[in-house]
Structure formats: structure tokens, C-alpha cells
């Protein structure tokens, strides 16, 4: 299995708090992803980096903003949390021994009330 | 832009029974396509890919062909098992490298003794 750990695996919070969650990789991949899954909706990417410090959004980034300023991890934090960003999160990472191949996180499940 | 279609669960099979999920797509050039799932509590896994038109993936007695002309990337299994109870997820990535997946919505699969 690929050495990939969410944290932390369940919050709850209230509505405009801010939250972080965190990924942190041992595989020493170049690439890691933020996706959050909803009914209906699937996967939808939030932010992803491509190197330390080089992030880029996804389709769904408003109300995120992610950081990496080393290799092994990668922070997602929600400014203000709404009752929208009630979800499961989860980390992915790849890196291009794999292609494209993705290996996923356990995932984070946030209920924002 | 990129998108996965998938046909709409749940799907009830009882075991030994024949699986089709069906998956198009949308993209601008010559993507490659995924086939993830995700048992329950988990995070996703790849379970087979294709990069090129007419390629088979294969993977557990899954099989899905890359085909251009329909652009459609369906997964088969022919003898399906309790085991395989999980959500079936379609991807696509357009470039090369390791750029962000577009994934379907997901397709829950359960199986039936």
C-alpha cells in the first residue's frame, strides 16, 4: 500500500471556523491532489501541487487554499467553514515511476454544523 | 472541457451474474482511461487502465476496451462475486504526465448471494 496518511480522519466543526487537514506521504512523490467526494457529484478536484511550494486550483476551489512547503506533506485548510464544505476528503499522490496512476488516502470525513 | 459519463446506480446483481458499467467520455485529444474502485471505508484504488485506442485493460476478471469510435471505456466482469460490492469509478486524464484525473460520478455496485 502506498504510504499515504489523512489527518485527521473525522471532524466536526462549526459553521466558520477554520480548518486544516493534512496529508502526509512517505513515497516521496512529486504530485499530490486534494479531492472531496459528495453524493451525486463523485470526485471533484480542490487544489493540487506539483512541487513544493507550486500548487495549482481545481474545478472546486473556492473557500480552499492548500500548502506544501515540503515534499511529504500537503495541508488543505478551509478558511471559514460553510455547511457547502460537509464532505469526504481525500488525499491522492502519484509520482512518474506510476504514470498516472493515483493511490489514495483513507480520507477525511468533515460535517461542518 | 474533459468529461466522464457513467450509467447511474445502484446496481443489484446476484452473485455469478454478468457485470456492465457503462462509461463515455468527452476530451479534447487521445486521453487515457481508469477504472477505479472503492470499497467501503476506503479510498479509491486503480483497478485497470487503457492509454490508447483498442487497448484491453485487465485486472480480478474485470475488463474494459478503449474505444475511439464510441468514445466509450465500459467495465465487463463475467461472473460477478459478494467480494465485489463497491463504487466503480471511470477516469480520464488528456495529457500526458501526471495531470489531475476527471472521474464520473460512480457507479455503486452490490452483489447478492
Known amino acids: 500500500d502506498a504510504g499515504i496518511t489523512q489527518s485527521p480522519r473525522h471532524k466536526v466543526t462549526e459553521t466558520g471556523t477554520p480548518v486544516t487537514l493534512r496529508c502526509h506521504q512517505t513515497?516521496?512523490?512529486?504530485?499530490m491532489y486534494w479531492y472531496r467526494q459528495d453524493p451525486g457529484h463523485g470526485l471533484r478536484l480542490i487544489h493540487y501541487?506539483?512541487?513544493?511550494?507550486?500548487?495549482d486550483k481545481g474545478e472546486v476551489s473556492d473557500g480552499y487554499s492548500v500548502s506544501r512547503s515540503k515534499t511529504e506533506d500537503f495541508l488543505l485548510t478551509l478558511e471559514s467553514a460553510t455547511s457547502s464544505q460537509t464532505s469526504v476528503y481525500f488525499c491522492?499522490?502519484?509520482?512518474?515511476?506510476?504514470?498516472?496512476?493515483?493511490?489514495f488516502g483513507s480520507g477525511t470525513q468533515l460535517s461542518v454544523l | 472541457g474533459d468529461s466522464v459519463t457513467q450509467m447511474e446506480g445502484p446496481v443489484t446483481l446476484s452473485e455469478e451474474a454478468f457485470l456492465t458499467i457503462n462509461c463515455t467520455y468527452t476530451?479534447?485529444?487521445?486521453?487515457?482511461l481508469f477504472w477505479y474502485v472503492q470499497y467501503p471505508g476506503e479510498g479509491l484504488q486503480l483497478l485497470l487502465k487503457?492509454?490508447?485506442?483498442?487497448d484491453k485493460g485487465s485486472n480480478k476478471g474485470f475488463e474494459a476496451t478503449y474505444r475511439k469510435e464510441t468514445t466509450s471505456f465500459h467495465l465487463e466482469k463475467g461472473s460477478v462475486q459478494v467480494s465485489d460490492s463497491a463504487v466503480y469509478f471511470c477516469?480520464?486524464?488528456?495529457?500526458?504526465?501526471?495531470?489531475?484525473?476527471?472521474f464520473g460520478k460512480g457507479t455503486r455496485l452490490s452483489v447478492i448471494a
Open positions: 491522492a499522490i502519484s509520482g512518474t515511476e506510476k504514470g498516472m496512476e493515483l493511490f
Open positions: 513515497e516521496n512523490h512529486r504530485y
Open positions: 501541487s506539483y512541487g513544493v511550494k507550486d500548487t
Open positions: 476530451a479534447t485529444g487521445y486521453p487515457s
Open positions: 487503457a492509454t490508447k485506442a483498442d
Open positions: 477516469a480520464l486524464s488528456d495529457r500526458p504526465g501526471n495531470t489531475p484525473l476527471v
